[in-house]
């Protein structure tokens, strides 16, 4: 089982989510504050540090955190808990969404947030691929959690009746 805690951190109120278990953890999303995420993690092993796509504040205090704990972000080699990478592109081209199937929780990213999804209006996002993205997404468990990466948590459930309307 793991456990799912949450810091919101720069001034877009980014979501950093530090998944554990058994006292080894991933942080996901390294915002902002590298000094807060270090402390917060003082009671983990941290073991990878995994990121939803590189718009700055998702990242702002990646450099600091993979020197901190010697770690690259997304090396999937070192890969100690059971989730899954999905290809997510839209909001941006290297999109990504981790998937935890014993749990059935999917960090999202800025791909679908509570009642409404990511923008495609940035350089490298693209309108076809978000709606593919969310058809994709929809296959997963109806009763997933999803953690976006702003805001507050949702349903696969709760969102997938939206779908349409994107």
């Known amino acids: 089982?793991?456990?799912?805690?949450k810091l919101i951190l720069g001034y877009l109120d980014t979501n950093c989510y530090i998944v554990s278990s058994n006292?080894?953890?991933i942080i996901i999303d390294p915002?902002?504050?590298?000094?807060?995420?270090?402390?917060?993690?003082?009671?983990?092993?941290v073991i990878e540090i995994i990121v939803t796509h590189h718009h700055f504040?998702?990242?702002g205090a990646l450099k600091e955190i993979e020197k901190y704990y010697n770690l690259k972000r997304n090396d999937f080699?070192?890969?100690?808990?059971?989730?899954?990478?999905?290809?997510?592109?839209g909001h941006t081209d290297d999109s990504i969404s981790i998937f935890f199937p014993d749990e059935k929780i999917l960090f999202s990213g800025d791909l679908i947030f509570y009642h409404a999804i990511g923008r495609y209006d940035f350089p490298?996002?693209?309108y076809e691929n978000l709606k593919e993205s969310l058809n994709i997404i929809s296959k997963l468990p109806i009763n997933t959690i999803i953690y976006p990466g702003?805001?507050?948590e949702t349903t696969l459930k709760e969102e997938i009746p939206r779908f349409k309307y994107y």
């Open 31 to 45: 915002a902002d504050n590298y000094e807060q995420i270090i402390n917060f993690c003082k009671k983990y092993e």
């Open 150 to 152: 702003h805001g507050k």
């Open 77 to 89: 080699s070192k890969k100690t808990l059971n989730y899954e990478i999905i290809k997510t592109p």
């Open 23 to 25: 006292n080894k953890a």
């Open 1 to 5: 089982m793991i456990k799912v805690e």
């Open 124 to 126: 490298n996002s693209n």
């Open 57 to 59: 504040d998702h990242i």
